[in-house]
C-alpha cells in the first residue's frame, strides 16, 4: 500500500506551504514563499520540483502565495483554488496562464488521481478562505490555518482525521502587551483572525478522538508567540480533561523557515 506522504515546509506570517504526495500525484499546498525559496525546501526533502502535478491554494494573502505566479509558471502547473479567490489574487502574482488557472469550489472534492481533496470554510479576513482534508486509502491529514474561530462544520470535517496541521497563532497576553498597533491586534483577536493558543487547545477538545493523532501547531507569531509556550498551553488544555499527549495525541511543532521531514500518514489505532 503506498502511504500519503507529507512535509510542512514552512508554517508563519513569513511564509506557509505544505507539500503532499501519494503513489500518484504530488502537490504544494499555498506558495508563500519566493520560488527560489520553495525549490530549496522541496529539494531539501527529496522533492524535484519538477515532479509536482499541481498546486492548491487556501486564500489570497501574500504569506500563502507569494511565489505563486513564479513557480506555476516556471513548471506549467495546474493551480486549483475557489473563484472568489481567483478574483481577489493581488496583481504581484503575475499572470498564469488561463488553461492552468481551475476552480476549486468551497465545500466541494477534488480528484487528483489516488487523492481526494475535500475542502470547506474557515473564518478569516480574505475573500473566501478554505481549509483543506486530504483522503488517500482511508488515512485522512486535515489543514486548519488562518480562521479566527473553529465552529461546528470546521470540527465535522476535520474529527477523525489521522494527523492535523491546526494554528496555534499567538499568545494572547503576549499579543496585547505587544508592540502592535491596536487596530492590527484587534483584527487579529477577532473572529476573522487567527487562533491563539488557548483557541487551539480548546478547539481541539471539540473534535479530537484520542487515537493517537499528530497534531502539528502551526502559523506561530514570531513576535507574539513561542514554541514552548504554545505547546504547554495546549498541553495543558487536553491534560485537564484526562488526555495523555504522548498517546491519546501527540503534539509536534512547525518552523518557518525549514521544513518538517517527509512523513509517512499513518492510520491511527481506534478506541477501545
Not at 508554517?11 to 506558495?31: H, K, M, Q
Not at 482534508?133 to 485522512?140: A, D, I, L, T
Not at 504554545?230 to 499527549?245: F, N, P, R, Y
Not at 518552523?255 to 509517512?264: G, I, M, N
Request: hydrophobic fraction near 40%; aromatic fraction near 6%; glycine fraction near 10%.
Amino acid at each position: 500500500m503506498n502511504r500519503m506522504k507529507y512535509s510542512i515546509l514552512a508554517s508563519g506570517s513569513t511564509g506557509n506551504a505544505l507539500y503532499v504526495e501519494t503513489g500518484r500525484i504530488r502537490v504544494l499546498v499555498d506558495a508563500g514563499l519566493s520560488g527560489k525559496r520553495l525549490e530549496k525546501l522541496l529539494t531539501s526533502i527529496g522533492v524535484e520540483p519538477s515532479s509536482l502535478h499541481a498546486v492548491l491554494v487556501t486564500h489570497e494573502h501574500s504569506d500563502h502565495i507569494k511565489g505563486l505566479g513564479v513557480f506555476a509558471r516556471r513548471y506549467r502547473l495546474p493551480v486549483y483554488m475557489n473563484e472568489t479567490t481567483w478574483a481577489a489574487l493581488p496583481s504581484g502574482v503575475g499572470g498564469i496562464p488561463i488553461e492552468q488557472q481551475h476552480v476549486f469550489p468551497t465545500l466541494s472534492t477534488l480528484d487528483l488521481e489516488d487523492l481526494t481533496v475535500e475542502s470547506f470554510p474557515v473564518s478569516h479576513d480574505a475573500a473566501e478562505p478554505m481549509g483543506f482534508c486530504f483522503h488517500h486509502e482511508g488515512s485522512r491529514l486535515g489543514l486548519v490555518t488562518d480562521t479566527g474561530y473553529i465552529n461546528p462544520r470546521i470540527a465535522e470535517k476535520v474529527a477523525g482525521c489521522d494527523a492535523l496541521i491546526l494554528e496555534a497563532n499567538h499568545d494572547v497576553n503576549m499579543l496585547r502587551m505587544g508592540t502592535y498597533p491596536w487596530n492590527v491586534k484587534r483584527r487579529i483577536l477577532s473572529d476573522v483572525g487567527h487562533l491563539s493558543n488557548e483557541d487551539a487547545g480548546e478547539a481541539l477538545l471539540t473534535f479530537l478522538r484520542g487515537n493517537g493523532e499528530d497534531v502539528f501547531l502551526a502559523h506561530l507569531s514570531q513576535d507574539n508567540n513561542l514554541t514552548d509556550l504554545a505547546h504547554l498551553t495546549v498541553k495543558g488544555i487536553l491534560q485537564e480533561q484526562g488526555l495523555d499527549v504522548g498517546r491519546d495525541v501527540r503534539l509536534r511543532g512547525t518552523q518557518p523557515d525549514r521544513p518538517t521531514p517527509l512523513l509517512p500518514l499513518e492510520r491511527k489505532r481506534q478506541p477501545f
